[in-house]
T-cell receptor, first 112, second 113 residues
């Protein structure tokens, strides 16, 4: 059974600080996605990572994928309040995009 | 920008009743999905649909659930006999192809009483 584990599940941090969210998964996959969800809202795609060593950056967020370690990271640089949200990683179990399984999410709260 | 639309935004039903949740995916997309999320918690995979048939389904997607794409634009999720534990936010998503991100609708909040 595919397991997708994120940690931490909750993170409270000060503006201006750096932090990393980790996503481990239990089966071979080279497709991993990061999504953001604001409270009461839908999910918004952030990154699509499709190969070992893939790194993508947008603004203060950078995501990477290590398929050998079955690990992805989402790094936040100099956090700002607007980044407060829940961040989900999702892994494609089938390698055909037929079964994309989400982690439990990391609720990020950035204090001004 | 094109978006996935879902109706209704809220649905209240009695236990044992049938409900149909409706979705209009983005028009040139090929992959369609239903997920659900209970009280802002984990996003749970229900089913994927490609080439007019179910590609994958989870253990949650039992005989009480079915999906249809009746007319080439709508994508529906039917729950035949709702249970209390079916109460959740149901998200529809679509994708233009493999290796592409999923576009999510705004969800239907289903409350089973």
């Amino acid at each position: 059974e595919l397991k997708v584990e994120q940690n931490p599940l909750f993170l409270s941090m000060q503006e201006g600080k750096n932090y990393t969210i980790y996503c481990n998964y239990s089966t071979t996959s080279d497709r991993l996605y990061w999504y953001r969800q604001d409270p009461g809202k839908s999910l918004e795609s952030l990154f699509v990572l499709l190969s070992n060593g893939a790194v993508k950056q947008e603004g203060r967020l950078m995501a990477s994928l290590d398929t050998k370690a079955r690990l992805s990271t989402l790094h936040i640089t100099a956090a700002v309040h607007d980044l407060s949200a829940t961040y989900f990683c999702a892994v494609d179990m089938s390698n055909r995009d037929d079964k994309i399984i989400f982690g439990k999410g990391t609720r990020l709260h950035i204090l001004p | 920008e094109p978006e996935v639309t879902q109706t209704p935004s809220h649905q209240v039903t009695q236990m044992g009743q049938e409900v149909i949740l409706r979705c209009v995916p983005i028009s040139n997309h090929l992959y369609f999905y239903w997920y659900r999320q209970i009280l802002g918690q984990k996003v749970e995979f229900l089913v994927s649909f490609y080439n007019n048939e179910i590609s994958e389904k989870s253990e949650i997607f039992d005989d009480q659930f079915s999906v249809e794409r009746p007319d080439g634009s709508n994508f529906t999720l039917k729950i035949r006999s709702t249970k209390l534990e079916d109460s959740a936010m149901y998200f529809c998503a679509s994708s233009p192809g493999q290796n592409e991100k999923l576009f999510f609708g705004s969800g239907t909040q289903l409350s089973v009483l």
